[in-house]
């Protein structure tokens, strides 16, 4: 079992930053790689950004690429998302996910709002 809490998430303003924070616990020797979804009114739930567990590698979405860093603290089993350049489209809630081979995990998500 893996469990995990977001944080991190608020009101800011068009161009600006935050930084969510993904903190795992449990099996997390079993996690293989943790992913940030956000799920906004109306749009389908969209992978934002992923990092594997082992080796570091990570990808995003067109949307994001450039703006947004994940990154991870092995340390305190956290994997966090930089978010700069922030825009109105991307106010959502954004989960983390990890996963295993026995399945995937979710977060409860932290709302992110953006005004212009």
């Known amino acids: 079992q893996v469990q995990l809490v977001e944080s991190g998430g608020g009101l800011v303003q068009a161009g600006g930053s935050l930084r969510l924070s993904c903190a795992a616990s449990g099996s997390i020797f079993s996690i293989n790689v943790i992913c940030w979804y956000r799920q906004a009114p109306g749009k389908q739930r969209e992978l934002v950004a992923v990092?594997?567990?082992?080796?570091?590698?990570?990808n995003y979405a067109d949307s994001v690429k450039g703006r947004f860093t994940i990154s991870r603290d092995n340390a305190k089993n956290t994997v966090y998302l930089q978010m700069n350049s922030l825009k109105p489209e991307d106010t959502a809630v954004y989960v983390c996910n990890a996963r295993t081979l026995e399945g995937g995990y979710w977060g409860q998500g932290t709302q992110v709002t953006v005004s212009s």
């Open positions: 990092i594997t567990s082992r080796g570091g590698s990570t």
